[in-house]
């Protein structure tokens, strides 16, 4: 029994013996590739380092060269111009490491190794979507489209300004007035401080001159200068210079002596167009150089009535398409140097018995009548754009029905030049101080027809301030629009910003 027990306990003893011999060499073993791996493993470190560098060295690209025993492929291994240093690093580590393990890898599908995404316990682990390297170039600010700046338009610039002006501003653009009218002085051949301050006062949209304020060319040239001046000063806008300067007998500049300029004879005188333009081109020329721009011509009158002695030789003939081709011809020589023509004296004073300047003058055709043969220059206006048609002081009882002046008849005027003709430019009485005018109406009466029938322009009333003050007045009354004013002041207003 004891021998039993003692067996036993010798066994148990050899069995504990072989168990530490077994850990110990278990734990032995563990420590040895422990170490063994921990040496591989900085080889490795070390033997990447030195191919990095070396990959720096040598600028190693993907483009070509052999990995182990394995080729690049270069027709698609390039990406679009947005490769990177740490991609480049990238490949570099990847090739050193093929080269220390000396296995045989096959780059294929755009420089992709085929065993890429296979754990290598001997090859550090990349994120799968490396950071790119921060670019020390700032990003560049989107370009953006080009924007085309506005430019006004004329329809814009003209509505612009009419809007800026006061009522009154509006109702003076529409007088024109002679120099003593404005000033209030005597005979008037210079234009200094009074004339500056009665611009300021009245900004008048239009002055005329006649012979008595032209002495010579440099006081003419001085005198309108300084006007403009003021004009532009006051308004933003040049004033209207005006003049009768239609050559042969009517001429202030042409007839005063002082002033070295080719003159002509009247203009039944006047043979062909190519003629006609000449004496437009030269009267133009140096209406121009003096500083005007606007002329009261051509006569456009008809003589269909040989006792006229009003206009008579002033007129280019009897015939209507010869008056037409003639009055165009005159209009385009004064318009190539920038003046303003005014075919006058609608609808035609060659029919006419009387003279408008002492008093009554009619003429006792029919609508149909004058059209056939007075009214053809002034169509004639209408088709070709002339800047102004003046309106004469004629009775026209025949077509609007009593003895009421033409220059005061919407029916003549509204109705028969500008919607039956067609005519859209400018219109502006003939001076509303003549006796068929002043001798009949007072001022304010005047002034007020003139606007209600159609006028944009109303020449020298007897008393221009007491005729704006009527247009004012009838404006606030409600008895004209405030619109029906704005449409004479945007044609005057265009016309002004093509001086």
Not at 180 to 193: F, K, N, Y
Not at 324 to 338: D, I, N, P, T
Not at 371 to 377: F, Q, R, T
Request: proline share 4%; net charge negative.
């Amino acid at each position: 029994m004891e021998l039993k027990t003692e067996n036993k306990k010798a066994k148990n003893i050899i069995l504990g013996i072989i168990s530490c011999i077994v850990i110990a060499m278990l734990v032995w073993g563990i420590i040895a590739v422990s170490s063994k791996k921990d040496s591989e493993e900085s080889g490795r470190e070390s033997i990447k380092t030195t191919g990095q560098t070396k990959a720096s060295k040598e600028d190693l690209t993907l483009n070509t060269g052999n990995i182990g025993e394995g080729e690049l492929s270069t027709s698609e291994e390039k990406t679009e111009g947005n490769e990177t240093d740490t991609t480049k690093e990238e490949a570099a580590t990847d090739i050193t490491s093929g080269e220390s393990e000396g296995s045989t890898t096959q780059i294929v599908n755009h420089g992709t190794t085929a065993a890429e995404n296979a754990p290598n316990p001997s090859v550090t682990p990349k994120p799968e979507n490396p950071p790119l390297e921060q670019s020390t170039t700032p990003p560049e600010t989107p370009v953006q489209p080009a924007t085309t700046p506005h430019v006004e338009t004329i329809d814009e610039r003209v509505n612009r300004i009419v809007s800026s002006m006061t009522l009154e501003e509006k109702v003076y653009q529409m007088i024109i007035v002679a120099p003593e009218s404005l000033t209030g002085q005597g005979r008037v051949t210079q234009a200094g401080q009074t004339t500056k301050d009665c611009i300021n006062m009245y900004p008048v949209g239009g002055i005329i001159y006649f012979g008595s304020n032209i002495v010579n060319e440099a006081q003419v040239t001085e005198m309108l200068s300084n006007t403009q001046k003021y004009s532009l000063e006051r308004t933003g806008l040049k004033i209207f210079t005006c003049i009768d300067e239609e050559g042969g007998r009517v001429a202030r500049i042409g007839n005063n002596t002082a002033f070295p300029v080719k003159t002509f004879s009247d203009m039944a005188y006047i043979k062909g167009e190519a003629e006609a333009y000449n004496v437009g081109d030269t009267i133009g020329g140096y209406l121009s150089r003096y500083g005007f721009n606007v002329d009261f011509a051509p006569c456009a009158d008809v003589i269909t009535n040989p006792e006229n002695k009003v206009i008579g030789t002033r007129s280019f003939g009897t015939e209507p398409g010869v008056v037409s081709s003639m009055s165009l011809s005159v209009a385009k020589g004064l318009k190539s140097h920038g003046i303003l023509a005014a075919y006058k004296h609608f609808p035609g004073h060659g029919a006419t018995m009387g003279d408008t300047h002492e008093g009554f003058a009619y003429t006792d055709k029919t609508l149909e009548e004058l059209i056939k043969s007075e009214l053809v220059p002034f169509k004639s206006a209408a088709d070709n754009g002339i800047d102004m048609v003046m309106v004469a002081h004629i009775s026209v009882p025949k077509v609007i029905g009593d003895n009421t002046p033409s220059s005061l008849s919407y029916r003549m005027i509204t109705g028969v030049l500008r919607e039956q003709l067609g005519y859209k430019g400018l219109v502006v009485t003939d001076a509303l101080n003549m006796g068929a005018i002043a001798n009949n109406y007072t001022s304010e009466t005047a002034a007020v027809m003139a606007v209600k029938a159609g006028n944009d322009l109303l020449l020298m009333p007897k008393d221009f301030k007491a005729a704006a003050g009527a247009i004012i007045n009838e404006v606030r009354n409600g008895n004209i629009s405030e619109e029906r004013i704005n449409e004479s002041v945007r044609k005057i207003v265009r016309a002004k910003l093509y001086l």
